[in-house]
């Protein structure tokens, strides 16, 4: 249906049949659904929302290239080029999926925004490790309330030591985010501005990923 692009990789907000968010997916899994009639995408412009099907969006597309082609990405075939969609929304699907929001590495650096939790300068990823607050020798749990980032420098003071054994304080208390981490930092982007009003606070709880 369309050609292998970087572009594919883009975040798109998937919605179930009732407008709740479900999960955040590829550009390629989106245009995928849209194609195969299992999803159709959601335009929101001034508020209001709009729903097409893929030969709808692809003729949408085509004044979006003309009026507006640098608020979206592209996808770019040799018969035609369609503007990706910011959110689709699945035409059969009701759940919700029961889940938190996991603890990984990702989240991880997300929820700390890449900041050393003793010294507060920020790094780059491979520039940080993850610490627990209290050591797993002296009964430390792998929980979010027990590890943060750290840069290498105060992980080695540190050492197998609870902060205050070793002369240091947490700049923020470790806690585990209400939604995933990774999904409010997209979210400070104007670029996904139109996510906001199908993110209600009662369904933050819900794990986008």
Known sequence: M???????????????RLYMAVR???????????YRELAEVVSVED??????????????????SVFEPEEHDWIRTV????????IVRL???????KAKVKLN????????QNHCQYCGRRFATSELSLDHVIPRSQGGSNSWENIVCACLRCNVKKGGRTPEQANLRLITP???????PVL???LSNSKYASWKQFLDFAYWNVELK
């Open 2 to 16: 369309y050609a292998d692009s970087p572009t594919l990789s883009v975040s798109v907000l998937m919605l179930n």
């Open 24 to 34: 955040v997916i590829s550009a390629r899994r989106a245009m995928s659904l849209v």
């Open 47 to 64: 508020g209001k929302f709009s729903s097409y099907d893929f030969d709808d969006w692809l003729e949408v597309s085509e004044a979006k």
């Open 79 to 86: 018969r035609f080029q369609i503007a990706v969609p910011k």
């Open 91 to 97: 035409l059969v699907f009701d759940k919700l999926p």
């Open 105 to 112: 590495r990702r989240n991880l650096y997300a929820r700390d």
């Open 174 to 180: 470790p806690r585990q985010p209400r939604r995933s």
């Open 184 to 186: 409010t930092i997209k």
